[in-house]
């Protein structure tokens, strides 16, 4: 066997042992890549740390691009415990993504990171060997259809409205009763040409007022 085969061969074994470690992860399904978000909205983007072999694991995020997008990066750029029979579901690691203030329409900005898989520290084996990484990308960009309307906002335009419209029928309830009342105060007697009693319509002076 001369030399470019036994270095083929040396490389095939290495990506055969080492790439179930590294490759110990799923992400976000994108159509084309790409995440669009209105102006101001948070997006998520999850990446799914999985261990299906048979040693704990470490996992660690490396971000390349994007950092200015990303909102916890804190939670994001670090080590990761992976137990053996984690899947999917089991450990999410989620970025909350927004665009940046200046975003021009039709622009798109990558996000670009890397996951590398090492023995935990109380695993042996592995340790002289090289990890293998393995990148991946994607792009956020402005949503360009109109953004609808939430529940809560048609709640909160709901309740103004019915404020208004009670405000609005009080006052023309209150204005009614005061002009009915300043009517009936200035009702005289027929017979002496004083002022009427307002409550009953009767006159004090004639007694014809019954609220005696």
Same mark, same amino acid.
């Given at each position: 066997? #001369? ?30 890549? !790409? $995440? ?5 909205? !948070? ?7 999985? #261990? ?21 990066? #804190? ?8 137990p053996v029979g984690t899947v999917s579901d089991d450990l999410p ?40 990484? %393995? ?17 809560? !906002? ?13 405000? %609005? ?15 009936? $105060? ?12 307002? #409550? ?13």
């Amino acid at each position: 066997m #001369n030399k470019y085969l036994k270095m083929k061969f040396a490389l095939a074994l290495f990506i055969l042992f080492v790439l179930p470690i590294a490759s110990a992860f799923a992400n976000t399904f994108l159509e084309d890549k !790409t $995440m669009q978000l209105y102006k101001g909205e !948070t997006g998520e983007y999850c990446i799914y740390l999985q #261990n299906t072999g048979k040693e704990d694991l470490v996992h660690v995020i490396h971000l390349y691009k994007g950092r200015d997008y990303i909102q916890n990066l #804190n939670e994001i750029e670090k080590e990761f415990s992976v137990p053996v029979g984690t899947v999917s579901d089991d450990l999410p690691v989620c970025m909350k993504l927004k665009l940046p203030r200046n975003a021009e329409k039709g622009e798109k900005y990558e996000i670009s990171y890397g996951v590398v898989g090492l023995p935990s520290a109380e695993e042996k084996g592995m340790v002289s060997l090289a990890p293998v990484q %393995i990148r991946e990308n994607f792009h956020i960009t402005e949503r360009l259809d109109k953004r609808p309307v939430s529940i809560i !906002t048609y709640i909160i335009l709901v309740f103004v409205v019915l404020a208004l419209s009670g405000i %609005i029928i009080g006052y023309r309830y209150s204005r009614r009763n005061k002009s009915a009342k300043e009517e009936k $105060m200035k009702k005289r007697c027929k017979e002496c040409g004083r002022k009427i009693c307002f #409550n009953c319509g009767g006159c004090i002076r004639c007694g014809s007022c019954k609220c005696k």
